[in-house]
């Protein structure tokens, strides 16, 4: 590349070459250093600050450059994405603005010839590249300006005083622009913006409803439309039609739209994805009917992934007088200069490239589109199964097969006809799966589309990312092999909501919060007992309780995710559980948090009442402590209390007095002797300390087993077998005793039986004497110790 630049005859050109190439090489590379030390300190560098007098070299400001564009705050998966195909064409694009800034120093005469060229060639190779013959074009910076360029020359050409007079003209006889209502939010409102037209000049045509695509224009209904205006003293001035919309990818009927707008003498201008389709060998009836309309909007940047490239409107119009008039064309050769970059990267790529990149994004669409045919739950909303540029597609789980592959499902999801707060809840899952497909396979481009009818989609448009993205068939694949694992966790999430929302409301303690909004098991919330507490410190508890009840389920060895739900429009004080598989144990899982609630209510209890307690506690002890010491006065003596004296009469005769130790009981609150304590100890006997709680129902689990998990059939066996502790065997052992004796009141045996059964009743004896023997032992070793602390003592 460097020794063609220097062949170059203009040095200028070599130089702007060999600095663009430096520059790009410095800002795609994302050196490690720079993001430790923002992620360590705070960069002074990111605050405004005054422009320095001396100036900055050109590395120091591509080094700022490049610090703002891989910001931390960026995803930088989704940025190595973006970056990492922008490749030599992009470099072209990027090369096109520079020589722009360096052609317009030109003189005028060499700018208009270099800016004609430059026009005229870039058109006519669009015009036979999506087959529009004798057309002109228009390259702007945002794509909706061709539209609004397009309706001001239509404004002057049906009104031929409005040079003069202005709205005046439209006051007089208001025009009126169709616009689908499957169109891009906003673009009706925009139009009338611009051109300063009240927002009544805006019709809405809605879509089918009955026969043909929900996405189409309805025709019908738009004839009887343009009827009525008309009858009105109104004039139809403009349609704007979809070939590709921009939720669903379908097309409009373009032919009869056409002959619609033939008839009433109406503007026809086609917008979409699908018109990149025009550039294959095959094309569609529906799409190839857009080559008769009188303008069409491409945007070739994001088709061919060319950053930075203009959007361009071909259109058909004789009057240069009016073109000019409403900006579609321009005397200042500046303004011809926006074709620049596309004229360069068009060049790069040649014709077979072009095609090949629009090839390969609907080859990559009809692979997802077939894979998806074949998968249960599975929902695909495209116009044409043989050649759909654009697939939309939605977990749907009312389709009559589902009875068949859930097992003891709940019958409000096995139906065909879904309320609306069913169909709320797929689309909240159908959001989650979009989120979940975009996080795994970030170079498949799929995003989540809201439709009308359909509700909340998955969308797969590679003519809009793949060539920005470097989407590939194995990326595609790996997209369906993760859809594939999703499914099954979507249909066990529905199938198990019911019942932790029935399991809930049996539990004490536990209300069950509906959110439709949340994509996951459900939402709980543990109930705080107020006893007569205002509502403000209410409130405090419960949500002190249940971010307490949340570290600690998030501290289980479980496969499930529990949270506080979403930042904005969760609920309060809730306990948000999220995605389940088919092996979970809905009871152990509701039973489970309640039952840590209530631990968790308990502590919060003892602990409010503790210093109450202890101050009661101190008091207690305080005056027994006095007791104590009158009653040891009396038993001692007034003369053992004498200094010297006491000393003498202590030696020659010692006083015994027995150690009477107190102990504070915390959960009563009470002070309790100590003497029960030393007995137990000296005689192995005293009061049994109170058990541990447990729940009420145990499950054994294996070893690696998490919570909340059933058990499956072939692990059960293992479980009943292989898990037997020591007290299991002892239990067993005194059964096998009891069988015994019971055989031998009852009569003879047989004498093989009776030798068998001699030598269970054997073997248990032993047993028993040696647990009596290990505990007499132990009751010996613990006397002695007892004698020992007195003699020392």
């Given at each position: 590349?460097?020794?063609?630049?220097?062949?170059?005859?203009?040095?200028?050109?070599?130089?702007?070459?060999?600095?663009?190439?430096?520059?790009?090489?410095?800002?795609?590379?994302?050196?490690?250093?720079?993001?430790?030390?923002?992620?360590?300190?705070?960069?002074?560098?990111?605050?405004?600050?005054?422009?320095?007098?001396?100036?900055?070299?050109?590395?120091?400001?591509?080094?700022?450059?490049?610090?703002?564009?891989?910001?931390?705050?960026?995803?930088?998966?989704?940025?190595?994405?973006?970056?990492?195909?922008?490749?030599?064409?992009?470099?072209?694009?990027?090369?096109?603005?520079?020589?722009?800034?360096?052609?317009?120093?030109?003189?005028?005469?060499?700018?208009?010839?270099?800016?004609?060229?430059?026009?005229?060639?870039?058109?006519?190779?669009?015009?036979?590249?999506?087959?529009?013959?004798?057309?002109?074009?228009?390259?702007?910076?945002?794509?909706?300006?061709?539209?609004?360029?397009?309706?001001?020359?239509?404004?002057?050409?049906?009104?031929?005083?409005?040079?003069?007079?202005?709205?005046?003209?439209?006051?007089?006889?208001?025009?009126?622009?169709?616009?689908?209502?499957?169109?891009?939010?906003?673009?009706?409102?925009?139009?009338?913006?611009?051109?300063?037209?009240?927002?009544?000049?805006?019709?809405?045509?809605?879509?089918?409803?009955?026969?043909?695509?929900?996405?189409?224009?309805?025709?019908?209904?738009?004839?009887?439309?343009?009827?009525?205006?008309?009858?009105?003293?109104?004039?139809?001035?403009?349609?704007?039609?979809?070939?590709?919309?921009?939720?669903?990818?379908?097309?409009?009927?373009?032919?009869?739209?056409?002959?619609?707008?033939?008839?009433?003498?109406?503007?026809?201008?086609?917008?979409?994805?699908?018109?990149?389709?025009?550039?294959?060998?095959?094309?569609?009836?529906?799409?190839?009917?857009?080559?008769?309309?009188?303008?069409?909007?491409?945007?070739?940047?994001?088709?061919?992934?060319?950053?930075?490239?203009?959007?361009?409107?071909?259109?058909?119009?004789?009057?240069?007088?009016?073109?000019?008039?409403?900006?579609?064309?321009?005397?200042?050769?500046?303004?011809?200069?926006?074709?620049?970059?596309?004229?360069?990267?068009?060049?790069y790529l040649g014709h077979d490239g072009i095609v090949e990149r629009i090839k390969h994004a609907s080859q990559l669409s009809q692979r997802l589109l077939e894979n998806l045919k074949n998968?249960?739950?599975?929902?695909?909303?495209?116009?044409?199964?043989?050649?759909?540029?654009?697939?939309?597609?939605?977990?749907?789980?009312?389709?009559?097969?589902?009875?068949?592959?859930?097992?003891?499902?709940?019958?409000?999801?096995?139906?065909?006809?879904?309320?609306?707060?069913?169909?709320?809840?797929?689309?909240?899952?159908?959001?989650?799966?979009?989120?979940?497909?975009?996080?795994?396979?970030?170079?498949?481009?799929?995003?989540?589309?809201?439709?009308?009818?359909?509700?909340?989609?998955?969308?797969?448009?590679?003519?809009?990312?793949?060539?920005?993205?470097?989407?590939?068939?194995?990326?595609?694949?790996?997209?369906?092999?993760?859809?594939?694992?999703?499914?099954?966790?979507?249909?066990?999430?529905?199938?198990?909501?019911?019942?932790?929302?029935?399991?809930?409301?049996?539990?004490?303690?536990?209300?069950?919060?509906?959110?439709?909004?949340?994509?996951?098991?459900?939402?709980?919330?543990?109930?705080?007992?107020?006893?007569?507490?205002?509502?403000?410190?209410?409130?405090?508890?419960?949500?002190?309780?249940?971010?307490?009840?949340?570290?600690?389920?998030?501290?289980?060895?479980?496969?499930?995710?529990?949270?506080?739900?979403?930042?904005?429009?969760?609920?309060?004080?809730?306990?948000?559980?999220?995605?389940?598989?088919?092996?979970?144990?809905?009871?152990?899982?509701?039973?489970?948090?309640?039952?840590?609630?209530?631990?968790?209510?308990?502590?919060?209890?003892?602990?409010?009442?503790?210093?109450?307690?202890?101050?009661?506690?101190?008091?207690?002890?305080?005056?027994?402590?006095?007791?104590?010491?009158?009653?040891?006065?009396?038993?001692?003596?007034?003369?053992?209390?004498?200094?010297?004296?006491?000393?003498?009469?202590?030696?020659?005769?010692?006083?015994?007095?027995?150690?009477?130790?107190?102990?504070?009981?915390?959960?009563?609150?009470?002070?309790?002797?100590?003497?029960?304590?030393?007995?137990?100890?000296?005689?192995?006997?005293?009061?049994?300390?109170?058990?541990?709680?447990?729940?009420?129902?145990?499950?054994?689990?294996?070893?690696?087993?998490?919570?909340?998990?059933?058990?499956?059939?072939?692990?059960?066996?293992?479980?009943?077998?292989?898990?037997?502790?020591?007290?299991?065997?002892?239990?067993?052992?005194?059964?096998?005793?009891?069988?015994?004796?019971?055989?031998?009141?009852?009569?003879?045996?047989?004498?093989?039986?009776?030798?068998?059964?001699?030598?269970?009743?054997?073997?248990?004896?032993?047993?028993?004497?040696?647990?009596?023997?290990?505990?007499?032992?132990?009751?010996?070793?613990?006397?002695?110790?007892?004698?020992?602390?007195?003699?020392?003592?």
């Amino acid at each position: 590349m460097e020794s063609s630049l220097e062949k170059m005859v203009d040095p200028t050109l070599a130089e702007m070459g060999k600095n663009l190439n430096e520059a790009m090489m410095m800002l795609e590379d994302n050196p490690r250093k720079i993001e430790e030390e923002n992620e360590k300190k705070y960069v002074r560098n990111d605050i405004p600050g005054p422009l320095q007098g001396s100036g900055q070299d050109m590395v120091c400001i591509l080094q700022l450059v490049q610090n703002l564009m891989h910001g931390e705050e960026e995803d930088e998966s989704s940025q190595s994405y973006r970056l990492q195909n922008v490749g030599e064409q992009g470099h072209m694009a990027l090369l096109g603005h520079s020589l722009a800034a360096y052609i317009s120093v030109l003189n005028r005469e060499r700018l208009r010839n270099l800016t004609t060229r430059i026009l005229s060639d870039t058109t006519l190779w669009l015009c036979r590249l999506f087959r529009y013959e004798n057309g002109s074009a228009y390259y702007h910076e945002d794509d909706r300006e061709g539209l609004l360029k397009v309706c001001r020359l239509v404004i002057h050409s049906c009104y031929e005083d409005y040079t003069v007079e202005g709205f005046n003209v439209l006051y007089n006889k208001q025009p009126v622009i169709y616009i689908s209502s499957a169109a891009r939010t906003g673009l009706g409102q925009t139009l009338c913006n611009q051109l300063g037209l009240p927002l009544s000049c805006m019709c809405r045509v809605p879509c089918n409803t009955m026969f043909g695509s929900q996405h189409q224009m309805d025709v019908a209904l738009l004839d009887r439309l343009i009827k009525d205006d008309i009858n009105s003293g109104k004039l139809p001035l403009l349609l704007v039609a979809n070939a590709g919309t921009p939720g669903a990818g379908h097309t409009d009927k373009l032919g009869r739209l056409k002959e619609l707008c033939e008839q009433y003498n109406m503007w026809l201008h086609v917008e979409g994805v699908n018109l990149a389709t025009l550039a294959l060998g095959y094309v569609s009836s529906s799409v190839l009917a857009a080559t008769k309309c009188d303008s069409m909007t491409l945007t070739l940047g994001s088709w061919l992934g060319l950053p930075a490239v203009p959007a361009v409107t071909l259109y058909r119009h004789e009057d240069p007088s009016l073109s000019l008039a409403a900006g579609l064309t321009s005397s200042q050769p500046v303004e011809k200069l926006r074709a620049l970059p596309l004229w360069l990267s068009l060049q790069y790529l040649g014709h077979d490239g072009i095609v090949e990149r629009i090839k390969h994004a609907s080859q990559l669409s009809q692979r997802l589109l077939e894979n998806l045919k074949n998968m249960d739950f599975i929902k695909t909303s495209v116009e044409d199964e043989l050649s759909s540029p654009v697939v939309v597609f939605k977990f749907s789980p009312e389709l009559p097969n589902i009875d068949q592959m859930l097992h003891a499902g709940p019958a409000s999801i096995i139906q065909h006809s879904i309320t609306s707060n069913e169909r709320h809840i797929c689309d909240t899952f159908n959001q989650w799966l979009g989120e979940q497909l975009a996080q795994l396979v970030p170079a498949s481009g799929v995003d989540v589309v809201e439709l009308e009818d359909e509700g909340t989609c998955v969308r797969f448009s590679p003519l809009m990312t793949s060539a920005v993205l470097g989407t590939e068939v194995q990326d595609v694949d790996q997209l369906v092999d993760c859809l594939k694992m999703k499914i099954p966790i979507l249909i066990c999430t529905l199938q198990l909501r019911e019942e932790f929302e029935q399991e809930v409301k049996r539990t004490v303690g536990l209300s069950y919060i509906e959110d439709l909004s949340w994509a996951g098991l459900g939402v709980v919330r543990y109930e705080y007992n107020s006893d007569g507490k205002n509502d403000d410190k209410q409130e405090k508890e419960a949500e002190k309780i249940n971010t307490g009840l949340l570290k600690k389920l998030n501290e289980l060895e479980s496969d499930l995710t529990f949270s506080l739900g979403p930042e904005f429009g969760g609920e309060k004080n809730c306990v948000y559980i999220g995605m389940v598989t088919e092996d979970l144990d809905v009871s152990e899982l509701v039973e489970t948090i309640a039952a840590t609630g209530r631990e968790i209510e308990e502590n919060s209890r003892l602990l409010e009442n503790m210093t109450e307690v202890v101050r009661k506690g101190i008091q207690e002890a305080q005056v027994q402590l006095q007791k104590a010491n009158e009653e040891r006065l009396l038993e001692e003596g007034l003369l053992r209390q004498i200094p010297v004296v006491g000393s003498v009469l202590n030696w020659f005769s010692p006083f015994q007095a027995s150690p009477k130790g107190r102990t504070f009981n915390l959960t009563a609150g009470s002070l309790e002797s100590t003497e029960p304590t030393y007995v137990s100890k000296a005689q192995g006997t005293g009061t049994t300390p109170p058990p541990t709680p447990t729940p009420n129902r145990i499950k054994q689990r294996l070893p690696g087993q998490k919570l909340f998990k059933r058990s499956l059939r072939s692990s059960d066996g293992f479980s009943e077998t292989s898990s037997v502790s020591h007290t299991d065997d002892l239990e067993k052992m005194e059964q096998r005793s009891h069988s015994v004796s019971t055989v031998q009141e009852q009569g003879p045996v047989e004498p093989e039986k009776a030798e068998q059964q001699n030598e269970i009743a054997q073997v248990t004896n032993d047993k028993t004497e040696d647990l009596q023997s290990d505990k007499s032992q132990q009751s010996r070793n613990d006397c002695t110790k007892v004698e020992e602390q007195e003699s020392l003592r």
